[in-house]
Nanobody, 115 residues
Framework: EVQLQASGGGLVQAGGSLRLSCTAS????????IGWFRQAPGKEREGVSY????????FHADSVKGRFTISRDNAKNTVFLQMNSLKPEDAAVYYC????????WGQGTQVTVSS
């Protein structure tokens, strides 16, 4: 059974930092590019950051470039998202999943940013 368990969210003031983790099971983690996605209330889910399984190359959406860093530990089937200089518009539920074709979505982790 595919499971993607995100954690590390919370309430932080604008300008603060959080580090999200997502542990995967039920599939060959190191065979997949992994992405972090987020969904704010009333908005569609959007891709934020991605990391390749082949060479570890990364991609970040313009909205988070320079502030967020994605990394992965294949030995632990875990992907991380370091989020710095958080803004109120970063508030959302954050999920990890494979890309470009997602597997079953996990519950995500809530990030709240106070202004």
């Amino acid at each position: 059974e595919v499971q993607l368990q995100a954690s590390g969210g919370g309430l932080v003031q604008a300008g603060g930092s959080l580090r999200l983790s997502c542990t995967a099971s039920g599939f060959a983690f190191d065979d997949y590019t992994i992405g972090w996605f987020r969904q704010a209330p009333g908005k569609e889910r959007e891709g934020v950051s991605y990391i390749s399984n082949r060479d570890g190359s990364t991609f970040h959406a313009d909205s988070v470039k320079g502030r967020f860093t994605i990394s992965r530990d294949n030995a632990k089937n875990t992907v991380f998202l370091q989020m710095n200089s958080l803004k109120p518009e970063d508030a959302a539920v954050y999920y990890c999943n494979t890309a470009p074709m997602p597997l079953r979505w996990g519950q995500g982790t809530q990030v709240t940013v106070s202004s």
